[in-house]
């Protein structure tokens, strides 16, 4: 089972290892376009990274559509896990 | 009509990833083409050589200029910034509209096509792609990531035409400025080396296969040993310039381009045509208004296939006679495919600059087929004034320039 801390440090390695941002910058409360630098190409290959990085299939989840912040993908994926749990 | 000159040149090539260090491997005899680990992997591939180029300083590249970028156009992109470097331009003119790029490939990316295929047919899944893909591997990724990192508003265009492609840059790029529709354009061409690639060759026998052991005998252009081409990769640009704007800059001029065809042979798509080659030979020399006896030297294009440089020889032959002194260079760096053209040009005009014919490497016996020209198989101090530069593709697409030194520099 994937706890919170395990799904921050997941998300915040995609960001490293995808979008080269610095773990400093790396806070739930950054907008990932307007503080991390993310544009909407950077957003497909996000989502790919995060389907790859947790198993999870959310292309086509419209809730990906409402993610700005950092914060909004660590709560999205542990809906994902609770979701799947229930 | 404008008249085009070249007043810049960059290179990243087998030999090293500059031009300096590309003219000293030739100048000092060497070989870039090497055994390729892992080749062997591939069943059916036979041809297990090939002449990389070195991958180095891309991470200087911000992120969102990279992020499209495969291997090919990481040379493109930095061959480009010397060329630009070299030329003297600033960056306000090259966003101007009046600066363009023509930049050539074979296939575009193959290391990144291949790279999709691998994600996405096994299961058939598209969902793992990543947005990049496209702009990585399309066959105007070079032209479209130069043009875009480096801020280009003027014309963008992708040749492709096999071996031919950079030629067919160049060949445009110089029709473009003759009309006047830019000042400046970067033309050359862009490849990487990859299985794929070479294998494509290799199942028309061809490659060289009889090298692997003792790879820097091969390609061994008009030899009688010689057994098939050897894929090599890099890019090289040229700046072309309208002959009034180079001169008003005070740019250096490396010589002017002063005739160019390209045609097909409409005979077969993958067999060297020769009389294709004589026609498109005396098109190119007579839109320059050059007779045979003016041409100084010929840079063969030689990929060391058994008919290709049978052909080209005998089609130098009924032009030229054994007069001409010719040379190809593949026997140092490979068959750079679309980006041959370029850096061939870039070499050739070192020779004319410094007066002196680079031999053709690996050349040591002449075959029977391939006599009665003047193969030059050791340095030859000699005069260049006017040269032509052969590239006979795949696609029976031929393309030949004509350059001449600019009297007054």
């Known amino acids: 089972m994937t706890t919170e801390q395990e799904v921050i440090t997941l998300t915040n390695q995609v960001f490293e290892e995808s979008f080269e941002i610095e773990k400093e910058k790396l806070q739930p409360q950054m907008n990932i376009f307007e503080d991390l630098g993310l544009d909407s190409l950077d957003v497909v290959d996000l989502v790919v990274a995060l389907q790859k990085k947790f198993g999870v299939k959310i292309r086509d989840d419209e809730r990906v559509r409402s993610i700005r912040t950092l914060g909004d993908i660590y709560q999205f994926i542990l809906s994902l896990k609770t979701e799947w749990k229930s | ?409």
């Open chain 2, 1 to 409: 009509m404008k008249r085009v000159v070249i007043t810049g040149v960059g290179a990243v090539s087998p030999l090293g990833n500059d031009v300096p260090s590309l003219i000293e491997g030739i100048e000092q005899g060497k070989s870039a083409v090497q055994y390729m680990e892992g080749w062997e992997q591939y069943t059916g591939l036979r041809s297990l050589v090939g002449a990389p180029a070195e991958l180095k300083d891309e991470k200087s590249i911000p992120r969102k200029s990279r992020r499209s970028m495969g291997r090919m156009s990481f040379f493109a992109v930095q061959a480009t910034q010397q060329a630009i470097a070299d030329a003297g331009l600033e960056q306000k003119e090259l966003s101007s509209g009046r600066v363009g790029c023509v930049i050539g490939s074979t296939m575009g990316g193959a290391e990144s096509l291949n790279d999709a295929f691998e994600t996405m047919l096994p299961e058939k899944d598209l969902s793992q792609l990543t947005s990049m893909r496209f702009f990585q591997c399309v066959s105007h990724t070079a032209a479209m990531n130069v043009s875009q990192y480096l801020g280009l508003t003027g014309y963008v265009m992708a040749t492709s035409a096999a071996c031919a492609s950079a030629s067919q840059a160049l060949g445009a790029g110089y029709d473009i400025i003759r009309l006047g529709k830019q000042d400046v354009v970067l033309c050359g061409g862009a490849e990487e080396l990859h299985p794929t690639v070479t294998g494509s060759f290799d199942v028309l026998f061809a490659t060289s296969v009889n090298y692997n052991d003792i790879p820097h005998r091969t390609p061994r252009p008009f030899d009688r040993e010689r057994d098939g081409l050897v894929c090599g990769e890099g890019s090289g640009i040229l700046v072309l310039e309208e002959y009034e704007h180079a001169l008003m800059r005070k740019a250096k001029i490396y010589a002017e381009i002063v005739g160019y065809h390209t045609c097909g042979s409409g005979a077969h798509v993958s067999q060297s045509n020769k009389d294709a080659m004589v026609f498109c030979l005396r098109e190119a020399l007579a839109s320059a208004h050059i007779s045979p006896g003016e041409v100084d030297y010929i840079n063969a294009h030689a990929t060391a296939t058994m008919q290709g440089d049978k052909e080209e020889a005998e089609a130098i032959r009924d032009i030229f006679g054994d007069e001409v002194p010719v040379s190809g260079l593949k026997g140092y760096i490979g068959h750079t495919l679309g980006a041959s053209g370029s850096l061939e040009l870039i070499v050739s005009l070192a020779m004319m600059e410094k007066g002196l014919v680079y031999p053709t490497l690996n050349l040591k016996t002449v075959s029977p087929d391939c006599e009665g020209i003047h193969h030059v198989m050791h340095p030859l101090a000699w005069d260049i004034r006017v040269m032509v530069k052969n590239c006979f593709a795949f696609g029976g697409i031929n393309a030949a320039l004509v350059c001449k030194k600019v009297n007054h520099q």
